[in-house]
């Protein structure tokens, strides 16, 4: 005859698998939570070197057009600057000849004539 198992075996028996199925459960959902912790923390660090790459080309970018204004602003300056030179030595060397032909002129009409 087969003896019938007391209540006290089939209960510890069903709170062993349960305990078991908790500590199952408690460490899957820990590996899920570790997994989501470490993509959030990749996503962060993905989207800080996207703003610091994006932050150095404007800021490249800002220094490309400071350049190119800075070396336009010194070329137009250089060549107003040129200009007016050659502007003011032409003025004073076609001047100077002028009085140096008119003394001439007059020192040569003077000079044969009396």
């Known amino acids: 005859m087969v003896c019938p198992p007391d ?10 698998v349960v305990a078991v199925e908790v500590i199952v ?14 993509e959030v923390v990749v996503v962060v660090v993905v989207v800080v070197v996207v703003v ?3 932050v150095v080309v404007v800021v490249a970018l800002v220094e490309a057009v400071v350049v190119v204004v800075v070396v336009v602003i010194i070329v137009v300056v250089a060549v107003v600057l040129t200009l ?10 076609y001047q100077y000849n002028y009085y140096y032909y008119y003394y001439y002129y007059y020192y040569y009409y003077y000079y044969y004539h009396y």
Do not use: D, G, M, T
């Not at 007016?84 to 060397?93: G, L, P, V």
């Open 25 to 38: 459960v408690a460490v899957v959902v820990e590996v899920i939570v570790v997994i989501v912790v470490v």
């Open 84 to 93: 007016y030179y050659y502007q003011y030595y032409n003025q004073y060397y």
């Open 7 to 16: 209540a006290y075996a089939i209960l510890k028996s069903i709170v062993v």
């Open 52 to 54: 610091v790459v994006v």
